[in-house]
């Protein structure tokens, strides 16, 4: 399997408000930026696509680490929440319905082509990549308008 690098970010103008994503995957020294953005959404949900885009765009099964400053997105699955949700019906533990549940589902689809880690990175600091997600999200916010 290849293996490649995924950096991942959104971003949000109020929360719900529009916002954007931005991915960077790198394979053998080779690039490729991605980036999109809704009018009326959420971080999480941008955070969560942001994945789901970059894991879309590979042509091949792959062996992937996901790079993300998102809490949110690396506990998921690297808490085992997502395990849960999924023993539970999709309920959290509170009894509620899990948010963004469509997204996690679309995203587990994905996963299911590739073998894919996640790792947490310190967002808005001196991470080179995670800066550039987050600058592909912000762009992306501005031209929606």
Not at 81 to 94: A, E, I, L, Q, Y
Not at 109 to 121: A, N, S
Request: charged share 25%; with cysteine; proline share 3%.
């Amino acid at each position: 399997m290849k293996e490649v690098t995924i950096y991942t970010d959104g971003a949000c103008s109020g929360n719900p408000g529009p916002g954007g994503w931005g991915a960077v995957l790198m394979y053998g020294g080779r690039r490729k930026e991605l980036s999109g953005g809704e009018k009326l959404t959420t971080n999480n949900r941008m955070e969560l696509v942001a994945v789901i885009e970059a894991l879309r765009a590979l042509k091949q099964p792959c062996a992937v680490t996901v790079y993300s400053d998102s809490a949110y997105v690396v506990n998921g699955f690297n808490s085992g929440w997502v395990d849960g949700w999924m023993r539970n019906g999709w309920v959290n533990s509170k009894g509620q319905p899990v948010e963004n549940q469509d997204l996690w589902k679309t995203l587990l689809g994905e996963m299911k082509r590739h073998r894919v880690q996640y790792v947490k990175v310190k967002g808005h600091s001196d991470n080179e990549w995670n800066n550039r997600c987050d600058q592909l999200a912000r762009e992306a916010i501005k031209a929606l308008g």
